[in-house]
């Protein structure tokens, strides 16, 4: 192949090769223009599906749960209860608690008579001894215990329109029964319609589902995209592919088209120092010396290292 030509086909091969490297970052930006509609898709379905739930919800006519305990349960605008299932509007619970918590204490004695200490000082000492004995052996142990007898308990009362009930529950259920009075007292006492939370649940509803179609209509226009940029970059790559100069051609084409100081620079800095550095080596591995031997296969070894690194710098510089 002649000079001439090897220079017009790696012209060529320069030109298609900035096209390849544009169309490689129009099809990566695209990707991720596409990647990331995709992700807002996901989000707004996700949020679609909650506000769905809570259009159920109102739908029901009941509203979310509010709390539940036992047969009771609360909902926004609802409140179930044993006899009666309706609006919670005009609601009141109390909740009153009953007995109390008190400490008793239980005293019991153990006396010791001291009768062994009155033998054995009989024996030893007569009449006065065995008195002695007895006083200084007799014993009494008093022990106390404090225990808590508790007898609270809780009755929580509902009352509305045309419906009452309450039950009696234990002092552990004290928390929940004061959030479930809580709630039927606040949702009770307000004025507030399912029917406008209903309206405004319907348009969010209706909002979200227009956001999340318009997305989708998106989505399939940067999928689109993404398949076109991956076909003109295909194509691009493959002209470029065809137009290079095989890799030991490219290689002896710029070496013939770099300067003569270059050339020996290039010579000096790679076999020949190379070469260098393992003659090195193999003389010092006849010396008693290791150091000398270990620098040489060091540097060797960071050379070659180096040798390599910047081949396959070329490779993803110029060829890939």
């Known amino acids: 192949m002649e000079t001439q030509e090897l220079e017009l086909r790696q012209d060529s091969a320069m030109v298609l090769r900035a096209q390849v490297l544009h169309q490689r970052k129009l099809l990566k930006a695209s990707q991720i223009e596409y990647k990331e509609t995709k992700e807002l898709l996901s989000s707004l379905q996700q949020t679609l599906d909650f506000e769905l739930a ?21 909902y926004e605008f609802w409140i179930d209860l044993p006899g009666y299932s309706g609006p919670i509007k005009d609601a009141k619970a109390k909740l009153t ?8 204490s239980d005293v019991s004695s153990k006396q010791k008579s001291g009768l062994g ?3 054995v000082g009989g024996v030893l000492l007569g009449p006065v001894g065995a008195a002695a004995g007895v006083l200084a052996t007799r014993k009494n142990e008093v022990k106390t215990q404090i225990r808590e007898i508790d007898t609270r308990q809780l009755e929580f009362e509902v009352a509305g329109p045309g419906y009452a009930w309450s039950f009696v529950a234990e002092i552990k259920l004290e928390e929940n029964l004061r959030k479930l009075r809580d709630a039927i007292n606040a949702r009770g006492s307000r004025n507030e319609s399912v029917t406008e939370f209903l309206r405004q649940q319907g348009e969010i509803v209706k909002k979200i589902r227009n956001q999340a179609a318009n997305v989708n209509s998106a989505l399939k226009e940067k999928e689109s995209m993404v ?41 000096l800095l790679g076999p020949i120092l190379l070469a260098i550095w393992a003659g090195l080596a193999i003389y010092s591995s006849t010396l008693t010396d ?25 490779l993803f510089r110029c060829r890939l």
């Open 54 to 74: 809570r259009l159920k919800d109102l739908e029901s006519g009941r509203g979310a749960l509010l709390g539940s305990e036992g047969a009771i349960k609360i």
């Open 227 to 267: 398949s076109q940029k991956t076909l003109a970059y295909e194509e691009v790559w493959l002209e470029y592919s065809s137009a290079r100069l095989p890799l030991l051609a490219e290689l002896k084409f710029k070496w013939q088209c770099t300067s003569t100081p270059l050339r020996v620079f290039a010579i």
């Open 97 to 104: 608690q009953h007995g109390s918590l008190q400490q008793v």
């Open 290 to 314: 290791p150091a000398l031997l270990t620098y040489s296969l060091l540097f060797g070894a960071v050379h070659s290292v180096a040798l390599a690194g910047g081949f396959i710098y070329y």
């Open 117 to 119: 200490g009155g033998i």
